[in-house]
Nanobody, 124 residues
Framework: QVQLVESGGGLVQAGGSLRLSCAAS????????MGWFRQAPGKEREFVSA????????YYADSVKGRFTISRDNAKNTAYLQINSLTPENTAVYYC?????????????????WGQGTQVTVSS
């Protein structure tokens, strides 16, 4: 069974930080790029960040550059998203996704596996 399980979301005050984790089955993780997306109420799911399988190349949406950091630990089959300086506009369900390709992509349709999401709520 291919699975991605996110954790680490919660309620945080503006200016705070969270570290999201995405635990994957070995089959999901092996050789493929990982991505983080988010979906706010009433909005479409949008790209946040992505990382190649070897962790060498990372990509970020312009709105999160300098505040969010993506990483992965292949030995633990886990990807992470460190999110700092949170604002209420960052409130959303955050999803991790995996694709079979080594290369990243910003398009949701290019990802093969998805987690159930973790809620991040930022209070002002």
């Amino acid at each position: 069974q291919v699975q991605l399980v996110e954790s680490g979301g919660g309620l945080v005050q503006a200016g705070g930080s969270l570290r999201l984790s995405c635990a994957a089955s070995r089959r999901t993780f092996s050789g493929g790029a990982m991505g983080w997306f988010r979906q706010a109420p009433g909005k479409e799911r949008e790209f946040v960040s992505a990382i190649t399988y070897n962790g060498v190349y990372t990509y970020y949406a312009d709105s999160v550059k300098g505040r969010f950091t993506i990483s992965r630990d292949n030995a633990k089959n886990t990807a992470y998203l460190q999110i700092n300086s949170l604002t209420p506009e960052n409130t959303a369900v955050y999803y991790c996704a995996a694709r079979k390709s080594f290369y990243t992509d910003q398009n949701t349709r290019e990802y093969d596996y998805w987690g159930q999401g973790t809620q991040v709520t930022v209070s002002s």
